[in-house]
C-alpha cells in the first residue's frame, strides 16, 4: 500500500512539475547578481571593459557567464550582470529585458521602437549593437 502512495505521490508532483514548468516557457532564467547602472556600454570597447569589471567571461568559445547590459521590464532601469547560462538568441523584431519579480530574461517586441530595432537575429550579449532601450 505504501508503494502505491509513493507512485500517486511522484505522479501528482510530475504533472505539478508540467504545468509549473510551462509558466516560463520561452524564457530564460538569468543568474548571477545584477547592478543597476545609468547606460549600458554603446559599442564593443565600452562592452568589453564593462565584462573584464564584473569579471564575465571574455573567451569568445565560452557561451556562458557573458556579460549582459538589459533593461528591466518596464523599461525604466538598467542592469548589468554576468550572465551564467548559454546566451539566447533573439529574433528580428525584439530586444531581450530582464523581468525582475520572475528573475528571468525575456523577448519585448521592439517592433514600435522610432529606431534601435535590430532588423536580423542576434545574441543577447550583442545587444549594444542593436537596441535602443540601453540608453
Excluded at 16 to 45: Q, T
Amino acid at each position: 500500500m505504501s508503494s502505491l502512495k509513493v507512485k500517486v505521490a511522484l505522479v501528482l508532483v510530475g504533472i505539478v512539475f508540467l504545468f509549473r514548468s510551462n509558466d516560463h516557457h520561452g524564457e530564460v532564467l538569468a543568474m548571477g547578481i545584477s547592478h543597476k547602472v545609468s547606460y549600458c556600454p554603446r559599442d564593443e570597447k565600452e562592452w568589453q571593459k564593462a565584462s573584464n569589471r564584473l569579471n564575465c567571461s571574455d573567451d569568445v568559445t565560452d557561451v556562458v557567464n557573458r556579460y549582459h547590459c538589459l533593461p528591466t521590464d518596464s523599461l525604466t532601469t538598467l542592469l548589468e550582470f554576468c550572465y551564467n547560462r548559454i546566451r539566447a538568441n533573439v529574433i528580428k523584431g525584439l530586444c531581450m529585458v530582464y523581468f525582475e519579480k520572475k528573475n528571468i530574461l525575456n523577448h519585448y517586441n521592439c517592433s514600435n521602437f522610432k529606431e534601435g530595432c535590430p532588423n536580423t537575429w542576434y545574441l543577447s550579449d550583442e545587444m549594444y549593437k542593436y537596441c535602443e532601450t540601453l540608453s
